[in-house]
């Protein structure tokens, strides 16, 4: 099972928004509303921000926002912070019944 | 409050054996499905195996599949991975992490497929 492809990184300015693909194929992503998103600071675990695409968490803001389209899935960061600089790692079930998390994408704010 | 520690990492040489714990609290364990993930140093997350409250349904990943063993104890809250034939490729910080259920009116109908609580991670390093 490959990994699912993010973008290495994205940037962008405070109160601005940036936008993290996920790519997978249509044994993963595109198969099932099965995507979840998770955000991870330097030298901490990992925190899960979205599921089943589009669901947040109870406490985790609307700023953060997830949709999908065919084998892609996105996740949507508006009005950046200073403590959103973490990395992002989207996840999928697959049809194997395993799960298979995407390559990590590290958000930048200027 | 809901807890995962784990432990039981280390360093070990190529080819030997590791048995990582998970131990969990605060929740009604032999309800959920449990995983580990690992994250080698400077990468990204890979799941590794995955364990259902009943240890009826097992997955592991291709990687790991014959070398590593995912089992639990529901008695004890705690769940295992038997690591064996270590590689250097194995040199990672072990997570043990839970399915996300549904749950209403204290029945629970509905696995949701992330990953909803994590623990601290345990580091395990292969090398000679």
């Known amino acids: 099972q490959s990994a699912l492809t993010q973008p290495p990184s994205v940037s962008g300015s405070p109160g601005q928004s940036v936008t993290i693909s996920c790519t997978g194929t249509?044994?993963?992503?595109?198969?099932?509303?099965?995507v979840s998103w998770y955000q991870q600071p330097p030298g901490t675990a990992p925190k899960l921000l979205i599921y089943?695409?589009?669901t947040r968490p109870s406490g985790v803001p609307d700023r953060f926002s997830g949709s999908k389209s065919a084998n892609t899935a996105f996740l949507t960061i508006s009005g950046l912070q200073a403590d959103d600089e973490a990395d992002y790692y989207c996840s999928s079930y697959t049809i194997s019944s395993a799960y298979v998390f995407g390559t990590g994408t590290k958000v930048t704010v200027l | 409050e809901v807890q995962l520690v784990e432990s039981g990492g280390g360093l070990v040489t190529p080819g030997g054996s590791l048995r990582l714990s998970c131990a969990a609290s605060g929740f009604t364990f032999s309800g959920y499905t449990m995983n580990w993930v690992r994250q080698a140093p400077g990468r990204g997350l890979e799941w590794v195996s995955s364990i259902s409250g009943t240890s009826d349904y097992i997955y592991y990943a291709d990687s790991v599949k014959g070398r590593f063993t995912i089992s639990r104890d529901n008695a004890r809250n705690s769940l295992y991975l038997q690591m064996n034939s270590l590689r250097a490729e194995d040199t990672a910080v072990y997570y043990c992490a839970r399915i996300l259920l549904y749950c209403s009116g204290g029945r629970c109908f509905y696995e949701y497929h992330a990953m909803d609580v994590w623990g601290q991670g345990t580091t395990v390093t292969v090398s000679s």
């Open positions: 249509s044994t993963d992503v595109g198969r099932y509303n099965r």
């Open positions: 089943e695409v589009t």
